[in-house]
């Protein structure tokens, strides 16, 4: 079987209701582990209907507190909570940069024990800069967005694929993209509207070109940033593959394949 990375989009909007675009949520999933990034409102709906298991998660790793990048984790845990024991033993880590266990105990305060799991779910809060986990290294940096906002950059093997979540154009996201073969930037804003904090498709196009990136994903988009043509115009400073992300996308990176792969055993 061929070896890939594999990237299936659930939300590519904003917090602005859209019938066609959830809040953000992106499932990155490598030989050895699916992993969650971001948890909008509405993820839990979409992977149903892309036909996801929740009990496949294996790690979610959430970018800041707003509620298009975080609202459905309460109703992610309470579903797991209520389909128990499917899980059947198996840990789901859940990730959040600093504040992130203060984040948790408020949803404990407010939800009460139909959020609280003995030991099928541990929380973590972002430290060290460099994490090594089963098949992936994960590298995060503080992004300039809310004053909790990270961006994250999975290494997987020998390929790099970084999410900004939401930031405004800043030395860090460019640091962190360096050399990735995907980097999905958001896109909030048409150029001439775009605010403190967050992309438009210019300053996207300028981080991909001077990250030295190979694949541009464009997401998070307010609605009127899709009324431009933001490929076209992060064209202009950057010559590589530009793409819409859309809700139910699916992009593949391929990876090396293992001596067990080539057909040795029959
Ligand atoms: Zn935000
Ligand atoms: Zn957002």
């Given at each position: 079987?061929?070896?890939?990375?594999k990237?299936?989009?659930?939300?590519?909007?904003?917090?602005?209701?859209?019938?066609r675009?959830?809040?953000?949520?992106?499932?990155l999933?490598?030989?050895?582990?699916?992993?969650?990034?971001d948890?909008?409102?509405g993820?839990?709906?979409r992977m149903?209907?892309?036909?996801?298991?929740?009990?496949?998660?294996d790690?979610?790793?959430?970018?800041?507190?707003?509620?298009?990048?975080s609202g459905?984790?309460?109703?992610?845990?309470?579903?797991l909570?209520?389909?128990?024991p499917a899980?059947?033993?198996?840990?789901?880590?859940?990730?959040?940069?600093?504040?992130?266990?203060?984040?948790?105990?408020?949803?404990?305060?407010?939800?009460?024990?139909?959020?609280?799991?003995?030991?099928?779910?541990?929380?973590?809060e972002?430290r060290?800069?460099?994490?090594?986990?089963?098949?992936?290294r994960?590298i995060?940096?503080?992004?300039?967005?809310?004053?909790?906002?990270?961006?994250?950059?999975?290494?997987?093997?020998?390929?790099a694929?970084?999410?900004?979540?939401?930031?405004?154009?800043?030395?860090?996201?460019?640091?962190?993209?360096?050399?990735?073969?995907?980097?999905?930037?958001?896109?909030?804003?048409?150029?001439?509207?775009?605010?403190?904090?967050?992309?438009?498709?210019?300053?996207?196009?300028?981080?991909?070109?001077?990250?030295?990136?190979?694949?541009?994903l464009?997401?998070?988009?307010?609605?009127?940033?899709?009324?431009?043509?933001?490929?076209?115009?992060?064209?202009?400073?950057?010559?590589?593959?530009?793409?819409i992300?859309?809700?139910?996308?699916?992009?593949?990176?391929?990876?090396?394949?293992?001596?067990?792969?080539?057909?040795?055993?029959?």
């Amino acid at each position: 079987m061929d070896r890939q990375i594999k990237l299936h989009f659930l939300g590519s909007g904003t917090i602005m209701p859209d019938p066609r675009r959830s809040c953000s949520a992106a499932i990155l999933e490598t030989p050895q582990a699916r992993i969650l990034v971001d948890i909008g409102a509405g993820t839990l709906r979409r992977m149903a209907i892309e036909g996801i298991d929740l009990h496949s998660i294996d790690y979610i790793f959430i970018t800041h507190f707003h509620p298009d990048h975080s609202g459905d984790l309460a109703p992610f845990l309470f579903a797991l909570r209520n389909s128990r024991p499917a899980r059947a033993g198996r840990l789901l880590q859940v990730w959040g940069p600093a504040g992130f266990f203060r984040f948790v105990q408020g949803l404990e305060q407010a939800f009460g024990k139909w959020l609280q799991f003995s030991h099928e779910v541990k929380y973590h809060e972002l430290r060290r800069r460099l994490l090594d986990f089963p098949g992936f290294r994960l590298i995060w940096s503080k992004v300039q967005h809310a004053p909790e906002s990270v961006a994250y950059r999975f290494e997987i093997e020998n390929r790099a694929v970084v999410f900004s979540g939401d930031t405004g154009y800043c030395p860090e996201i460019i640091r962190l993209c360096k050399k990735a073969d995907l980097a999905v930037l958001e896109c909030s804003y048409p150029d001439e509207l775009v605010v403190q904090g967050h992309l438009s498709p210019s300053l996207a196009g300028k981080i991909a070109a001077e990250a030295g990136i190979k694949k541009l994903l464009l997401n998070h988009f307010y609605p009127d940033v899709l009324k431009t043509t933001p490929v076209e115009i992060a064209q202009k400073y950057f010559g590589g593959e530009i793409r819409i992300a859309n809700d139910g996308d699916t992009f593949t990176i391929p990876l090396e394949q293992e001596q067990a792969d080539k057909g040795v055993d029959g």
